[in-house]
């Protein structure tokens, strides 16, 4: 188990300038955590190289971005991509003479998860052939590089892949009983992990989460070596994820999403920073909060710990400089709804014995209960329908500060961090925003 290191001061002002360059190994899609480090790279005049997972053909093939799909990307990225397509995981490969786990699962119903089985060593020669072509792309990837970076400059890395989940229709309903279900619908999540499909996320989970970071520090460590020598920097940062501290009664506690499965592959990204820092590669993992973003949109009540950000924020800032964060989040609100409502309700979750028998550092990530799952799902249903118009949410504006605020702290701690895995809690992206450093956040 990774040390507990919640950031506790602001990070000294980076020494990255104009000239410099941040690397996403992971291609950006939509609004969520990399914006924010994407904008901040901008701000402070660095260059911006992007990658891409490269797209399918109806006939499963993976190919790179064409002509129209690169312009798109490099649009929405403000950068130059890589058209080598960087696709983690194996889920589509074929090995050993048997079709690829999603040819296999193809008819599979959702009724028959816990008798559906592979044949003995499938899953990891699947993970071995996918993993060849992950790094075959990522040499290639590292070759580009080469001809991009600027003689001595310094480069930011910034691992963004993450998930895993098999891209086959059986998981989806599963899943969703996993995530969101209660009642007759509800599924244990312990009993999902220990069947075969359950071992199967778990090794993709592990290989597209935390492994590919390790597939980046080792395909790019001739390049990092050219690099120092000729005076540049070189640091990789990766998107943890470990719990949050959050205001529950008044007090900055340690709260967890629960049932987060993919916590398992998010503690071996962090082994991974560790390791790598201690042979002296300027590694780190840092463990962010909360946000909704499409991606996250399965893990319906990972949302609930966002609201009380608004206290930790209100509490930095005073009332008068929140005061335009609050009216904002009071416009989302139903007629006769208060934002003072929605921090109580939230409060009276995140404050249930239900979950302080549940959450435990020590033995995380903790599977599902029927109780739990119950009081989650209904604290979220309860707090969403406090809102006006469910595309207008209040968690997505305190997203959107909390992308911006990591992406702030990850670049600048980037530099020079105080240790290989760092916790960003509701405290320090408070302060962050009450600081000169970030009071722009607030600003819409």
Same mark, same amino acid.
């Given at each position: 188990?990774?040390?507990?290191?919640?950031?506790?001061?602001?990070?000294?002002?980076?020494?990255?300038?104009?000239?410099?360059?941040?690397?996403?190994?992971?291609?950006?899609?939509?609004?969520?955590? @990399?914006?924010?480090?994407?904008?901040?790279?901008?701000?402070?005049?660095?260059?911006?190289?992007?990658?891409?997972?490269?797209?399918?053909?109806?006939?499963?093939?993976?190919?790179?971005?064409?002509?129209?799909?690169?312009?798109?990307?490099?649009?929405?990225?403000?950068?130059?991509?890589?058209?080598?397509?960087?696709?983690?995981?194996?889920?589509?490969?074929?090995?050993?003479?048997?079709?690829?786990?999603?040819?296999?699962?193809?008819?599979?119903?959702?009724?028959?998860? &816990?008798?559906?089985?592979?044949?003995?060593?499938?899953?990891?020669?699947?993970?071995? @052939?996918?993993?060849?072509?992950?790094?075959?792309?990522?040499?290639?990837? =590292?070759?580009?590089?080469?001809?991009?970076?600027?003689?001595?400059?310094?480069?930011?890395?910034?691992?963004?892949? @993450?998930?895993?989940?098999?891209?086959?229709?059986?998981?989806?309903?599963?899943?969703?009983?996993?995530?969101?279900?209660?009642?007759?619908?509800?599924?244990?999540?312990?009993?999902?992990?220990?069947?075969?499909?359950?071992?199967?996320?778990?090794?993709? #989970?592990?290989?597209?989460?935390?492994?590919?970071?390790?597939?980046?520090?080792?395909?790019?460590?001739?390049?990092?070596?050219?690099?120092?020598?000729?005076?540049?920097?070189?640091?990789?940062?990766?998107?943890?994820?470990?719990?949050?501290?959050?205001?529950?009664?008044?007090?900055?506690?340690?709260?967890?999403?629960?049932?987060?499965?993919?916590?398992? =592959?998010?503690?071996?990204?962090?082994?991974?920073?560790?390791?790598?820092?201690?042979?002296?590669?300027? @590694?780190?993992?840092?463990?962010?909060?909360?946000?909704?973003? &499409?991606?996250?949109?399965? #893990?319906?009540?990972?949302?609930?710990?966002?609201?009380?950000?608004?206290?930790?924020?209100?509490?930095?800032?005073?009332?008068?400089?929140?005061?335009?964060?609050?009216?904002?989040?009071?416009?989302?609100?139903?007629?006769?709804?208060?934002?003072?409502?929605?921090?109580?309700?939230? &409060?009276?979750?995140?404050?249930?014995?239900?979950?302080?028998?549940?959450?435990?550092?020590?033995?995380?990530?903790?599977?599902?209960?029927?109780?739990? =799952?119950?009081?989650?799902?209904?604290?979220?249903?309860?707090?969403?329908?406090?809102?006006?118009?469910?595309?207008?949410?209040?968690?997505?504006?305190?997203?959107?500060?909390?992308?911006?605020?990591?992406?702030?702290?990850?670049?600048?701690?980037?530099?020079?961090?105080?240790?290989?895995?760092?916790?960003?809690?509701?405290?320090?992206?408070?302060?962050?925003?009450?600081?000169?450093?970030?009071?722009?956040?607030?600003?819409?």
């Amino acid at each position: 188990m990774t040390e507990y290191r919640p950031m506790q001061q602001l990070p000294d002002t980076a020494g990255y300038k104009a000239g410099d360059v941040l690397v996403l190994a992971g291609e950006l899609f939509g609004r969520g955590y @990399a914006n924010g480090l994407v904008e901040e790279a901008k701000r402070i005049g660095m260059t911006v190289i992007g990658t891409t997972v490269g797209r399918r053909d109806p006939d499963g093939a993976l190919r790179p971005l064409t002509a129209d799909e690169l312009a798109d990307s490099e649009a929405l990225l403000g950068g130059k991509v890589i058209n080598v397509p960087l696709e983690a995981g194996f889920d589509m490969e074929a090995a050993a003479g048997q079709p690829s786990v999603c040819e296999q699962l193809k008819k599979a119903r959702p009724d028959d998860w &816990n008798s559906i089985t592979f044949a003995e060593g499938f899953i990891e020669q699947a993970r071995t @052939a996918g993993t060849a072509r992950f790094r075959s792309a990522l040499s290639r990837v =590292a070759q580009e590089l080469e001809g991009l970076i600027p003689a001595g400059a310094s480069v930011l890395f910034a691992h963004t892949m @993450a998930g895993g989940i098999p891209r086959v229709r059986v998981f989806m309903p599963l899943l969703n009983r996993v995530f969101k279900g209660t009642g007759d619908k509800y599924l244990s999540s312990g009993d999902f992990w220990n069947s075969q499909l359950g071992h199967l996320c778990d090794v993709s #989970f592990n290989e597209v989460t935390a492994d590919t970071f390790r597939y980046l520090l080792e395909g790019t460590a001739d390049l990092r070596g050219r690099i120092s020598a000729g005076g540049g920097r070189v640091c990789y940062t990766a998107y943890g994820y470990h719990g949050t501290e959050v205001l529950v009664n008044g007090e900055f506690l340690w709260q967890s999403y629960t049932p987060y499965v993919q916590g398992i =592959a998010k503690m071996r990204l962090e082994d991974i920073a560790v390791e790598s820092s201690r042979q002296g590669v300027v @590694a780190t993992v840092f463990n962010c909060p909360e946000i909704q973003t &499409n991606s996250s949109a399965l #893990f319906l009540g990972v949302e609930i710990s966002l609201y009380p950000l608004l206290t930790a924020i209100r509490r930095a800032v005073g009332n008068e400089a929140s005061a335009g964060l609050f009216a904002r989040c009071q416009g989302m609100l139903k007629d006769g709804e208060t934002v003072e409502g929605l921090l109580e309700r939230t &409060n009276s979750y995140l404050a249930s014995p239900v979950l302080a028998a549940i959450v435990d550092y020590k033995s995380w990530p903790q599977h599902n209960t029927p109780d739990q =799952a119950e009081l989650m799902l209904t604290a979220s249903s309860e707090l969403m329908g406090m809102h006006a118009d469910q595309k207008q949410l209040v968690c997505a504006e305190l997203s959107r500060i909390v992308f911006l605020s990591t992406g702030r702290l990850m670049v600048h701690a980037s530099w020079n961090p105080a240790a290989p895995v760092l916790w960003l809690n509701h405290d320090i992206i408070a302060r962050l925003v009450a600081d000169g450093l970030g009071r722009d956040i607030l600003d819409v």
